[in-house]
Antibody, heavy 124, light 108 residues
């Protein structure tokens, strides 16, 4: 069974940092690009960041560029999102998501597996 | 960034009726790079269609995608009770990837 399990969310003050992690299992992790997608409860989906299979291509939403950093450790089957200079508008449920395309050099793809999400609340 | 505008915001229909959902892009999207997702209340999104036309594994054939350029459509031929949900389009042609704002299909 393909599983993505996020962790690291919580309550943090504006301007502080948080690191999200995603543990992947049930598929060949280093064969796929991965993504972070967020959703404010009751609102729509927002793609946050993506990374290709080996980490040499990454992309970010304009709203997080320069503040968030995506990375992966293929040896540990793990995906990460380092979030710095957090703002109240970053408050959301953050999903780890698997790209559907195997062995692509890019991070641009549709998502076929989603984790259950980890909640991030930025508030003083 | 490519902005995706979905319409209508809400679609009120009865089971058995046909649903037509629209997704319009602010600039042309390469046809292989448009996807549709379904999100039921309290659940994570589910991939329905990718590459504009191709149903994801396990998706019933009442769901079909079409379109090109800036105009894309998801059609549900006969609504089943489990189809009442929110639907999102997504372009993955160009970074940043973007989602539309969603269309809610509700029971009339």
């Amino acid at each position: 069974e393909v599983l993505l399990v996020e962790s690291g969310g919580g309550l943090v003050q504006p301007g502080r940092s948080l690191r999200l992690s995603c543990a992947a299992s049930g598929f060949i992790f280093d064969g796929y690009a991965m993504h972070w997608v967020r959703q404010i409860p009751g609102k729509g989906l927002e793609w946050v960041s993506g990374i290709n299979w080996n980490g040499d291509r990454v992309g970010y939403a304009d709203s997080v560029k320069g503040r968030f950093t995506i990375s992966r450790d293929n040896a540990k089957n793990s995906l990460y999102l380092q979030m710095n200079s957090l703002r109240p508008e970053d408050t959301a449920l953050y999903y780890c998501a698997k790209d559907r395309t195997y062995s692509s050099s890019y991070f641009t793809g549709a998502v076929d597996v989603w984790g259950q999400g980890t909640k991030v609340t930025v508030s003083s | 960034e490519i902005v995706l505008t979905q319409s209508p915001g809400t679609l009120s229909l009865s089971p058995g009726e046909r649903a037509t959902l629209s997704c319009r892009a602010s600039q042309s999207v390469g046809s292989p790079y448009l996807a549709w997702y379904q999100q039921r209340p309290g659940q994570t999104p589910r991939l329905l269609v990718y590459g504009t036309f191709t149903r994801a594994p396990g998706i019933p054939d009442r769901f079909s995608g079409s379109g090109s350029g800036t105009d894309f459509t998801l059609t549900i031929s006969r609504l089943e009770p489990e189809d009442f949900a929110i639907y999102y389009c997504q372009q993955y042609d160009t970074s940043p990837l973007t989602f539309g704002g969603g269309t809610k299909v509700e029971i009339k």
